[in-house]
Nanobody
Framework: QLQASGGGLVQAGDSLRLSCAAS????????MGWFRQAPGKEREFVAS????????YYADSVKGRFTISRDNAKNTVYLQMNSLKPEDTAVYYC?????????????????WGQGTQVTVSS
């Protein structure tokens, strides 16, 4: 089970850190990812991280502004979002998959959290 939190209403240029807490003892064996879905748009990939945290992958739209990380001792994955823009407004979901981290299609992920709303005002 995945539980995302940390969303909120911020202004453009602000920062937020999302967290996703996972239950179960096998968290450290999963690739973790963050996706987002804006109103009227399809769900899109944001970032992923491999099981150990040594490899990350980002969508071009967030590269250089967002950082994904994980703490396997706490069964938690994070998404640090800096320099937020109004176009970052969306519901953000965490997801998990077995296998490699270099996957951006939502169909490649097996487990999903419930989502947390991020709203960036201009």
């Amino acid at each position: 089970q995945l539980q995302a939190s940390g969303g909120g209403l911020v202004q453009a240029g602000d920062s937020l850190r999302l967290s996703c807490a996972a239950s179960g003892r096998t968290f450290r064996s999963y690739t973790m990812g963050w996706f987002r879905q804006a109103p009227g748009k399809e769900r899109e990939f944001v970032a992923s991280i491999n099981f150990s945290g040594s490899r990350t992958y980002y969508a071009d739209s967030v590269k250089g502004r967002f950082t994904i990380s994980r703490d396997n001792a706490k069964n938690t994955v994070y998404l640090q979002m800096n320099s937020l823009k109004p176009e970052d407004t969306a519901v953000y979901y965490c997801a998990a998959r077995t296998g490699g981290y270099y996957y951006s299609a939502s169909l490649e992920y097996d487990y999903w959290g419930q989502g947390t709303q991020v709203t960036v005002s201009s």
